[in-house]
Structures are given as structure tokens and as C-alpha cells.
């Protein structure tokens, strides 16, 4: 059984810098795509970022030079490193997993950023 837990969501104020983390269990993790995405109140999900299995990255326009995705697959742990943070940046975050990008099999249950004074 496939289990994605994200953490290192919270309260942080403009400017400031979270990581979030997405452990994975029951996959041969160094294997598949990853991904972040992000829902707010009232909005669709949004992708953020995705990582290849061969660390190729991409990223949504409105993080693009303030967030980096990343992965250790010795860990089976994906990272979301987030800098500058602004107050639209506020969502419940998820991570997934799937063969190839955007192809996904299933999610975590999330963990909320609020950028807030």
C-alpha cells in the first residue's frame, strides 16, 4: 500500500522560507515522477513543481525562482525548499507520485501554509 505524509507546513510570515516534506512508503520511490500542487479556499489545485526520476524539474511561473524541488531517494523523501514566501502562496500543499509527470497515482493528505503578518 502506497502512503504519501507530508509535513513542515505552518504560520510564516511575508518573506520568510518553509521545506516541506513528502515521505513515501510501498514504492521503489527512486523510480517515479514526484510532484507538489496546491489547493486554496475557493480554488482548483494548482500544480507547483514536479520532479522526474531523473531529477528533471519544472515549475509552475508564480513559484518559479523562489521554490525548489528536490529528492533523496536514499530517504524516499521529496522537499519543496520555499523562499519569499507571499501571502498567495497560502494552500493546503499535496504531494503525488506517478509514473510519469502529470500521469498521477495517488496523493497525501496535504499540509497547510498560511504567509501571513
Known amino acids: 500500500q502506497v502512503q504519501l505524509v507530508e509535513s513542515g507546513g505552518g504560520l510564516v510570515q511575508p518573506g520568510g522560507s518553509l521545506r516541506l516534506s513528502c515521505a513515501a512508503s510501498?514504492?521503489?520511490?527512486?523510480?517515479?515522477?514526484m510532484g507538489w500542487y496546491r489547493q486554496a479556499p475557493g480554488k482548483q489545485r494548482e500544480l507547483v513543481a514536479t520532479?522526474?526520476?531523473?531529477?528533471?524539474?519544472n515549475y509552475a511561473d508564480s513559484v518559479k525562482g523562489r521554490f525548489t524541488i528536490s529528492r533523496d531517494n536514499a530517504k524516499n523523501t521529496l522537499y519543496l525548499q520555499m523562499n519569499s514566501l507571499k501571502p498567495d502562496d497560502t494552500a493546503v500543499y499535496y504531494c503525488?507520485?506517478?509514473?510519469?509527470?502529470?500521469?498521477?497515482?495517488?496523493w497525501g493528505q496535504g499540509t497547510q501554509v498560511t504567509v501571513s503578518s
Open positions: 503525488c507520485w506517478g509514473i510519469v509527470v502529470g500521469a498521477w497515482s495517488s
Open positions: 520532479i522526474t526520476d531523473r531529477d528533471g524539474t
Open positions: 510501498g514504492i521503489i520511490f527512486s523510480r517515479y515522477a
